[in-house]
C-alpha cells in the first residue's frame, strides 16, 4: 500500500510496458475471478491497460447499460463512445458493434432528440451493418432503434423502402414484442404515405398479439409499441369511416 500518491506514481511509472501490462492483466483477472461485473468499467480500465482492447470494449459496453438503467445517459454516451473506439476489429464482432451503435443513438436521441445528426449517423452505419450479416432479428431491432429518425425527416418512401426488404416469414422468426413493434412501424409509415388499406392490414396484427401477459417495452420511440400502433389503428379507423372501431380502439389504448 503506497502512502502517498506522487510515491505510486513513481513506483508505476518505473515499471517497464510489457510488465504494466502484465500487472493491470492479473488485476483484471483477479476482478473478473470476484464477481466484480457490477464495475465494469473499473475492469474495463486495466483490461485496458493490459492491451486488451476489445474485452475492455466489451466491458466498457456493459457499463453503458448500467449506466442507462441508472438514468446516467450522458454516462453511458461516454461508455458506449469509448467502446465503440477501443474495438480492435469491428467486423469480428459485428453483431456487437451493431447493437452497442444502436444504444448509443438511442442515447444520444433521449439526450439531443430525433433530429440529432449523430445520431442519425450511428443508426445509418448500424442499418448498413445489420444487413450484412444475415441476423433477421438484430436488422430488425436496427430497424426499429433507427427507422424513427428517419420518419423524424419526413422521408417516408426510405423508411416504406427498408422495412419492404422483410418479408411475413422473416418475421414470423422472432419475437412476438419486437414483432410488434415492427409491425406498428410499417403500419404508422403506411398511415403516413396515405395507404389506409395497408396499413389497417399491419396495424390488426398488433391486436393479434396483445395478450396481457406479453412484457410492455418502452422503447419504441419512447412508448409501447403497441400502444402506438392502436391509437394509429384508430385514426386510420376513423379516416375510413370506421367512427365507432375507432373509439373502441382508443378506449383500449388508454
Not at 442507462?68 to 461508455?79: K, P, S, V
Not at 418475421?171 to 388499406?197: P, W
Request: with cysteine; glycine share 8%.
Amino acid at each position: 500500500v503506497f502512502k502517498h500518491a506522487l510515491v505510486q506514481e513513481a513506483a508505476y511509472a518505473s515499471l517497464l510496458r510489457q510488465r504494466r501490462q502484465e500487472v493491470h492483466g492479473r488485476i483484471a483477472d483477479a476482478l473478473a475471478a470476484a464477481g466484480h461485473e457490477a464495475r465494469p468499467e473499473l475492469l474495463a480500465h486495466h483490461l485496458e491497460c493490459a492491451g486488451q482492447s476489445t474485452k475492455a470494449a466489451v466491458q466498457l459496453g456493459h457499463a453503458g447499460a448500467q449506466a442507462i438503467q441508472r438514468g446516467a445517459n450522458q454516462e453511458a454516451i461516454r461508455f458506449w463512445r469509448r467502446a465503440l473506439e477501443r474495438c480492435e476489429d469491428s467486423r469480428a464482432h459485428i453483431e456487437w458493434y451493431v447493437r452497442v451503435m444502436l444504444s448509443l443513438s438511442g442515447a444520444l436521441i433521449q439526450s439531443q432528440g430525433y433530429r440529432s445528426s449523430e445520431a442519425f449517423d450511428f443508426g445509418e452505419r448500424a442499418i448498413e451493418l445489420a444487413r450484412t450479416t444475415g441476423n433477421v432479428d438484430l436488422y430488425v431491432r436496427a430497424c426499429i432503434g433507427h427507422m424513427p429518425s428517419v420518419f423524424a425527416r419526413l422521408d417516408f418512401p426510405r423508411v416504406s423502402q427498408e422495412l419492404a426488404r422483410l418479408s411475413d416469414e422473416h418475421l414470423s422468426a422472432i419475437d412476438a414484442v419486437t414483432r410488434t413493434q415492427f409491425l406498428s412501424l410499417r403500419g404508422v409509415t403506411h398511415f403516413q404515405m396515405g395507404r389506409f388499406r395497408e396499413c389497417k392490414a399491419d396495424l390488426s396484427h398488433v391486436l393479434d398479439l396483445d395478450h396481457p401477459d406479453a412484457p410492455h417495452d418502452p422503447s419504441f420511440g419512447g412508448g409501447d409499441g403497441r400502444v402506438v400502433g392502436l391509437l394509429y389503428l384508430a385514426r386510420n379507423v376513423f379516416c375510413m369511416g370506421e367512427f365507432d372501431s375507432a373509439l373502441h380502439l382508443i378506449t383500449r389504448s388508454l
